[in-house]
């Protein structure tokens, strides 16, 4: 998956259409983003036999072309070059590029390989990774509500190990790779659009995609066109589906306030631990369900408290909105 964070979104679209109908465009917006997100792994199942580093290859490929088809109906290629004139900017559109990727390959390794569920996980604990990157990176200090939380978290990820058996290393990659990966597009900020910066952090891993081709081509063969009409068809769609979701979320997100968008953020992990439990059947003991139980309770009152946070004055961080 490739979301970007809540207040990067926002930023980027300057001050906040405040209306009713607005609102609701937004919040429709938002929705349907998560909803794409969340159904995701339906769709990378169904391009097998494809393997997760083709898929990732043709991701960046067709993400990177559908991309170039916006900024041309869109009229963005100004904006892109002024981007591309700062060199600070292009070098953190190429960190920002290099989180994604790990953060695709691990995602789609996960969903093809029986893991949805981690996968799922690691998006649930991401706003508490958000929080904890904000102390750590940002030096932000946190509320006592919000210390609770991650300490509630991490009993989690002890639980998981000890009961369970297995590091979740699919989840903490996903978790810390897209938190880290927010930072980055915050620092961007309002100097990067939403399509120049996919555009440009496509741009930075062709050269990581052609290899993979290359060498998948000269091992077990490409699928692309070699798996039937449909398979084909489905698969040129994947830079489709990269973008429209981050689009859609870009457009809700500076129409309704933050904590709508961190409330919402939970809809496409939701879905996902859904289609691995109960569709794909994956193993569910009861040390899972009592690792993920601990991270829903952190998870439930990191959001109350960022909704509480919300209707008072502003206070000495910021952190809990980014939930």
Wanted: aromatic content about 10%; hydrophobic content about 60%.
């Amino acid at each position: 998956m490739s979301r970007p964070d809540p207040e990067t979104a926002r930023a980027a679209s300057g001050s906040q259409i405040d209306t009713p109908r607005e609102r609701a465009l937004g919040g429709l917006y938002a929705f349907t983003a998560y909803l794409l997100w969340g159904f995701l792994p339906l769709y990378f199942l169904l391009l097998a036999p494809t393997g997760p580093f083709e898929l990732v290859a043709w991701r960046i490929l067709l993400s990177l072309i559908f991309c170039a088809f916006l900024l041309t109906v869109l009229r963005g290629w100004g904006r892109l070059l002024a981007v591309v004139r700062r060199p600070r900017l292009l070098l953190w559109t190429g960190v920002a590029g290099a989180l994604i990727y790990v953060n695709w390959q691990v995602y789609i390794l996960a969903t093809l390989s029986g893991h949805v569920i981690e996968a799922s996980l690691g998006y649930f604990m991401n706003p508490i990774v958000t929080v904890v990157l904000g102390v750590v990176v940002l030096r932000e200090r946190l509320r006592v509500v919000q210390w609770i939380a991650v300490g509630i978290a991490v009993a989690a990820v002890a639980v998981i190990v000890v009961g369970y058996g297995d590091f979740p290393w699919i989840a903490l990659t996903l978790a810390f790779t897209f938190g880290i990966y927010g930072l980055v597009k915050k620092r961007l900020g309002p100097s990067v659009d939403a399509v120049s910066g996919l555009t440009l952090e496509s741009a930075w891993l062709v050269p990581v995609a052609t290899v993979i081709l290359i060498v998948v081509g000269s091992t077990s063969g490409l699928t692309m066109g070699a798996a039937g009409p449909w398979h084909a068809l489905l698969l040129s769609l994947a830079g489709v589906i990269t973008a429209v979701p981050l689009l859609l979320f870009a457009a809700g997100a500076r129409r309704i306030p933050l904590t709508v968008v961190g409330l919402l953020q939970f809809i496409a992990p939701i879905l996902q631990f859904i289609i691995g439990a109960w569709l794909l059947g994956e193993p569910m003991p009861l040390e899972r369900w009592i690792g993920f139980a601990l991270v829903w309770l952190a998870l439930i009152v990191l959001s109350v408290d960022s909704v509480l946070f919300a209707r008072r004055p502003r206070g000495v961080s910021d952190v809990g909105e980014l939930t």
